[in-house]
């Protein structure tokens, strides 16, 4: 059974708006960014998100890194880790998991609102339709991305997709793939590949993807095709889909290890910041 209330569903919350007026008239040059456990993260709701995305690709300022963060992937990319390189990559980087927003609000660097993901994408393709932006898709398995194609078409009258690759390729087809991109020069790239790999694939690839606004959307496809379940309702509606997987895939045991010392980095942080907050407020007092 197809997932298409997924596709749908974010367009009746700004069906009435004149929602590009609204991201027009947001001061991206105002945004800025928190540091949650050494890794920096926007401070901006979703439209903020959007807007920003808009800038880039009507200033063709691209190649533009878009990069969700939850638990998981924020204890893999601080400063010293191997993928660390993904934070200076990436020129946006949003709070996809609930868990971010408990530990900004722990170690007091609130941020805005946690960026669901799919709600995020559904933006952004409205935002082509209007804009007549153009829209590459890359990753996940051929049959799921033909499902995603033909959902898209049928909730996007006038969507233009002007290429779409799944994610599993030699080195032949992966260069087909790479000259496509090029010649094409899509405003958004939608890439399906999986943390890091998605990542790692940005990086080497960095010269193939023109002035593209280019967004890791791991697994995002499997669903939207319907032909992968999704976290329940509630994991979803309360930002806890990262933790559900790991959840049902119990033998993942560096998940558990990484939950671990997140929650751990993040007391440890919290319990500082608030004996500097009381220090302070002792000061001022005196």
Do not use: C
């Not at 939850?70 to 993928?83: A, F, T, V």
């Amino acid at each position: 059974m197809e997932n298409t209330s997924l596709l749908s569903a974010p367009l009746t919350a700004k069906e009435d708006r004149d929602y590009l007026l609204e991201y027009k008239s947001i001061n991206i040059n105002a945004l800025k960014r928190h540091l949650v456990l050494d890794v920096p993260i926007d401070n901006v709701n979703r439209d903020e998100a959007v807007a920003i995305v808009l800038d880039k690709i009507e200033k063709k300022k691209g190649p533009f890194h878009v990069f969700f963060v939850d638990p998981l992937k924020l204890m893999q990319i601080r400063p010293g880790k191997k993928l660390g390189f993904i934070t200076d990559q990436a020129g946006l980087v949003l709070a996809d998991g609930a868990g971010i927003g408990w530990a900004a609000a722990k170690i007091r660097q609130p941020i805005k609102e946690r960026i669901p993901m799919i709600a995020f994408l559904m933006d952004l393709i409205r935002l082509a339709v209007k804009k007549d932006f153009t829209i590459y898709l890359l990753g996940s398995r051929i049959e799921y991305l033909e499902k995603v194609f033909f959902n898209l078409q049928k909730s996007f009258p006038g969507v233009r997709i002007i290429g779409r690759q799944g994610g599993h390729f030699d080195s032949a087809r992966e260069n087909l793939i790479k000259e496509s991109l090029r010649k094409s020069s899509p405003d958004l790239i939608f890439l399906g590949m999986g943390f890091p790999l998605q990542e790692q694939w940005i990086r080497e690839n960095y010269s193939f993807l023109s002035s593209a606004v280019v967004v890791g959307v791991d697994g995002s496809f499997d669903i939207l095709s319907g032909k992968e379940k999704k976290a329940p309702d509630w994991a979803q509606t309360k930002g806890f889909a990262w933790l559900w997987r790991t959840i049902m895939r119990p033998l993942l045991l560096d998940r558990w290890f990484y939950l671990l010392q997140f929650y751990l980095l993040t007391t440890i942080r919290g319990i500082k910041a608030n004996r500097i907050n009381k220090a302070k407020r002792t000061k001022t007092a005196q």
